[in-house]
């Protein structure tokens, strides 16, 4: 591995600068972004080297080119629309204002929120609330397409590759955007490899498997090493210090902060393109927080709570989401028939929010095995990859 210096950039040092990629406002050094603790900071974020892409929109939907001169370009605005466009009718840009100030960054955001949750915004009436979501369902499309329609959109959706091609084939293509991918299994079986892999992967040109945006990494168990995308980013030709600058990492220190931190993320994600959200893991602060059946309710309604919202980020900007859990073993009573007697944790919560479930396990050597465990469209197979120092592949000869 390459003795380069790890980098480590917190959720208080993150501040877009000019050339941010995919910038959807003009670019002012001087702005800073708040972070999910309430804190604003500095810091930048470099540019990716090619075109500008909304990761998980149509392909003929996409723009290419860069924004210049900072002059605004709605072309530029990915699969979102701006909050600003609800100023009609009586909406004022103290309302927008009250609405970014509560997380609400685009009129998605707005359009997906139930009306008692816009009522609990100081200064919005129920008068307010109530033209608020008619004039974002006449922005945002929510009613009946047809089948063919969907089925369209949905052929043209972008995926991000793994780096290994029987991990790409086993998921149709890759990691799908716009839906939440889990990866479940125990220690030393490759979940958070997939995810550094993946965090530079996703920054890659679309005709090679990117998603030509930024990774935004949520780390709550420390995991997280920079210098794993130094060589991750060589083998896929991007310049290292680019990739790693291309990364807003974060660690998450409770439940509470790690959702918090998906109201920073929005705002990011609102001004400039990201392609992938990565959550290592989900569940690890939840089971130190919340212990014991008498908070079990508590934990599964806050869980509950975060996973929609990762689900509406996703909805909202697109973006693919990948979250690691681990696993517990199963203790019953009488004899069990199922071969690994270890299942993922988060309940049935877990299973219901991620579209799909992958199981991860130990092979020969650096070889690892993964699982479709659950899929809308995907079938119940297995595919064999393995973890060099360059990132996620296929195995090689000599590891056969």
Known sequence: MSQVQEQHVSESQLQYGNGSLMSTVPADPSQSIVDGSGN????????????????????????QGEVEDEEF?????????????????GITAADVKKLRESGLHTAEAVAYAPKKALMEIKGISEAKAEKL????????????VTAADFHLRRSELICLTSGSKNLDTLLGG??????????FGEFRTGKSQLCHTLAVTCQIPLDIGGGEGKCLYIDTEGTFRPVRLVSIAQRFGLDPDDALNNVAYARAY???????LLDAAAQMMSESRFSLIVVDSVMALYRTDFSGRGELSARQM????????????????GVAVVVTNQVVAQVDG?????????KPIGGNIMAHSSTTRLGFKKGKGCQRICKVVDSPCLPEAECVFAIYEDGVGDPREEDE
Do not use: C
Request: glycine share 12%; charged share 20%.
């Open 40 to 63: 604003s900071g500095g810091g930048e974020i470099a540019e990716t080297n090619g075109s500008a892409v909304g990761a998980g929109l149509p392909k003929h939907d996409q723009m």
């Open 73 to 89: 370009d709605e072309a530029a605005l990915g699969s979102f629309v701006p909050i600003e466009k609800l100023q009609v009718n």
């Open 133 to 144: 979501l008619n004039e974002a369902a006449r922005l945002v499309p929510m009613g009946f």
């Open 174 to 183: 890759g990691v799908e955007t716009g839906s939440i991918t889990e990866l």
């Open 254 to 260: 409770n439940a509470d902060h790690q959702l918090r």
């Open 302 to 317: 806050h869980l509950a709570k975060f996973m929609r919202a990762l689900q509406r980020l996703a909805d909202q900007f």
């Open 334 to 342: 009488g004899m069990s028939f199922n071969s690994d007697p270890k």
